[in-house]
């Protein structure tokens, strides 16, 4: 690794967040469901298994339109469980707070947590709680982690893409990312553009009872749609064909990227699932998803070949190509 100091590129999802996984904390840990770079973990377990999945959330500002830390802090861990096709059941909750936060903000934050647990039918059943000296911790930090049961034999996962998958999204990217920068930087943009956190276990659900042949699925937080996408790629020794008129992004968001010099592919999502599925499963996916309200705008944005193998290629709106790369550093930092 050639740096020896962390930088905040490290947490951004990308080349410097795989690099530092990579080289500096897999040596150290022989478990080979680390290796498989999933959300969650697949565990041996009598039946199907348990899946186990944990995250830690510093989002800065931990309020903003249409959310809080708390929302995705739970909402998040519920859905890197699904994201392996099972059903979250059980989550803990961390919680690091600097002297002098506010107790009336603590109270909204839990009620958030409580909200989103609510939604998704699962139990906050352990948790625990540290303060720490002003300026120690920028107001609050909170860990979940979750375990629940796999909802098939055969379990989606990031290798498992195939030549000939299409690739659905549910809805509009890069909504997460512009609200909590225009929040944190004051901006004032358009009152509509919110967080698109959501809990997707229930979608999830309703996706697996009517197909068996999804390969793989995959939230893209960190990087966005464009470093998930790499990563499947990678994983799954594929090439991955998007088109750019078939990305759904709303024109509040496109023109915020526009104003602040973003790309949309590379922004954080919190309520948005990307499935690799069968050509003839796609129409009672894409039927059942526009029935939810997390997925009404669900549409199909991409396939997988063969080659070029684990590369992600972009059919421009003018009918040209451009090769998308893993997000390099950080983009937006403490998004998440």
Known sequence: ????????????????????????????????????????????????????????????????????????????????????????????????????????????????????????????????????????????????????????????????????????????????????????EGLEMDLSIKTDSAPLNHLVREIMAVSGEIHVMRDPTRGGIATTLNEIARQSEMAINIDENQLPITPEVSSACEILGLDPLYIANEGKILVFCSQDDTPRILEIMHKNKYGGAARVIGTVREEPRRKVILKTAIGGQRLIDMLAGEQLPRIC
């Open 1 to 184: 690794m050639k740096y020896d100091k962390i930088l905040l590129g490290h947490g951004s999802g990308g080349k410097l967040s795989h690099q530092l996984i990579e080289e500096v904390f897999l040596p150290y840990f022989s478990e080979d469901t680390l290796y498989k770079m999933d959300d969650a973990a697949v565990l041996e377990y009598p039946g199907n298994g348990l899946v186990f999945s944990t995250d830690s959330y510093v989002v800065d500002p931990i309020e903003f339109p249409g959310g809080d830390i708390g929302k995705i802090a739970v909402c998040g861990t519920v859905n890197d469980i699904s994201m392996m096709g099972a059903r979250p059941l059980f989550l803990s909750a961390g919680f690091i707070i600097e002297e002098g936060f506010s107790i009336e903000v603590l109270h909204r934050i839990l009620t958030s947590m409580k909200n989103a647990a609510l939604e998704a039918g699962v139990r906050i059943v352990t948790g625990d709680t540290k303060v720490v000296p002003r300026g120690a911790a920028d107001k609050l930090f909170i860990n979940t982690a979750g375990v629940g049961l796999p909802m098939a034999e055969k379990l989606p996962s990031g290798a498992g893409a195939k030549p000939g998958d299409q690739i659905i999204i549910n809805g509009p990217i890069a909504e997460h990312g512009i609200t909590v920068m225009a929040t944190r």
